[in-house]
């Protein structure tokens, strides 16, 4: 990859940050969250831009980003299917959806499709039980009460 | 209470249309509670706030039930240095989703009793950490705090008096052991979630070291309600023992899934078959989850009087938790759903204690093997026995969430889990 670096207006971002905590450790996660908007995954380098730019051990860096599910460790299709297969979801039909998804796209859960187009994750609990079964759309828009029509809706509109 | 149940009218989220605006918030006598205790401060001091509080006895909603009054009342006397306010937006227990209602509904709701927490604790910081997944209620929620710094009630010099109350909005990147309250710290201060020993309480040694309480978000939106009415008012809602207006999130096999607010205490059935507009497909009701995924699942034929209060679902054998039901017809697989709970709680292990670590994996695999026809009869006493060697062995209360429900599903539905092993390639004799 070549050389990585924040913009003047990402810096400018990263330092309200900053400023929201009394350490500059406390903003690793929020930095990694800004790195990941801009690269779309935060790999070993874009966490090493973190560490640099924060003035933190890589070390620590590295220890948060492959702590939490939703940072990406490596580069992932365009969008991201994150499939809810926990209880609530599991009894309205989500590993149906999961593998309805899995069929369509011809890639299994983990995997991305060839075109780059498709990521597909089965996920925990996403705080959407009541509207279940449901997926997430790479770390943003949740598309609640899915039905296979409306899954092959969302793929061809996506 | 049993029968008037049905003529409640939401305190949490009532049916005003845009609320989460600040405007009609305030229209709607918002921000009043905040208001008469700081234009009063001789008679509303902050130890006749936290009085008040701990009198009307708010249950904590994140699950513990903890009476939040008490828990402010653990925070030392200021000593000049800086004291914190971490509001627990995490949520993330399967079958729970009524935080992200306030959010969206009634944000000043709980920014405002947040605020009243922090004038009676003396807290001049306050953090709100929002599970990451939830980004659009982020930024919902983000346009409600900046509206109430626009307005005065956050911020330097609240209201013209001499008090300064700042309000961060942070959030995570997906983790459910990140609701724990230490982990959530943990986690504020930017590192890995690991739970950290208790004692320690937060409220000794928080944030950064500091005096911290830690809130769900529906235990602070309570608050504003009880300064406005009184304890005794709050009080005499729904079950004594656990009073107040509750939101239940409905999820499972029902024809209305939904987050609902009643008070404390309707009866399950109601729930079931009143609110959430009765079971799928005219199928019989198998067994409800009361309160997220680790309080232990209870039969249909142990639901007859119980109601959704702490009390009735201990006697019940079971627990109030996050108030998150979920609900299962006659068809449903106890092995299967065992099963995924057990890969759940295994998945979210942080990894630090060696029973959880090691324990949730094994609970995960011999539930597999089980689901998958190979179990042995055995294998169920063996699922009991790593229960055992578990519970109360780790730094934090997930080793015993994983622990619960294993124990109690085995136990309550006995006969699915041998009928299993029985027709498993192993059972030969
Ligand atoms: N809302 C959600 O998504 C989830 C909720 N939960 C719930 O969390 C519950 C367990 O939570 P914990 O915090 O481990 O329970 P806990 O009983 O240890 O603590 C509850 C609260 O009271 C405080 N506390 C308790 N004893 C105290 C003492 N002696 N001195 C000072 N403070 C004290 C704690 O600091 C904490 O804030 C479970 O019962 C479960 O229902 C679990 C997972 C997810
Ligand atoms: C594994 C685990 C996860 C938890 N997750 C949450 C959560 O997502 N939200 C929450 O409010 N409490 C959660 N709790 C409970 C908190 O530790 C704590 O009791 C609560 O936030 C205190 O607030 P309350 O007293 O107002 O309920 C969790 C507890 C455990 C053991
Ligand atoms: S009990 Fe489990 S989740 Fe809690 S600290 Fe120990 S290993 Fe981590
Ligand atoms: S179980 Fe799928 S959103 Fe909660």
Redesign the pocket.
Known sequence: MAELSFTDEELKEIDKIKAKFPTAKAATLQVLWVAQRKYGHVEPEVQNLVAETLDLPKSHVHGVASFYTQYYKEEQGKFVLDVCTCLSCQLCGGYEILHHIEDKLGIEAGETTEDGMFTVKEVECLGACGYAPMLQVTNGEYVNNLTKEKVDDLIENL | MAQDWKSFEPLLIPDIPNLQQIGVYEDNGGYNALKTILKDQGHWSRDHVIDEVKQANIR?????G?N?GL?WSFMPDPDGGPRYLAC??????PGTFK?RKIFEYNPHLFIEGALIASYAMAIDNIYVYI?GEYISWVDMFQDAVDDAYEKGYLGENILGTDISIDMEITYGAGA??C???TSMLESLEGKRGYPRVKPPFPAQKGLWGRPTT????E??ANVPLVINNGADWYGDIGAEEHPGPVLYGISGHVNQPGVYEYASGVPVMDLINDVAGGIRGGKDLKAIIPGGSSTPPLRADQLEGVTMNSDSLKEAGSMMGTAGMVVMDEDTDMVDVLWRIAHFYHHESCGQCTPCREGTGWLEKVLLKIKNGEGEMKDLDLLLDVGNQMEGRTI???AD?AVWPVRHTINRFRDEFEERCKKSVHAVA
């Open positions: 904590g909603r994140g699950g513990a903890f939040a828990k627990n937006g995490d949520e993330s227990e935080d599970r459910y052991i609701g724990e309250e830690i809130n769900n978000i235990t602070l934090c209360a997930l969430a």
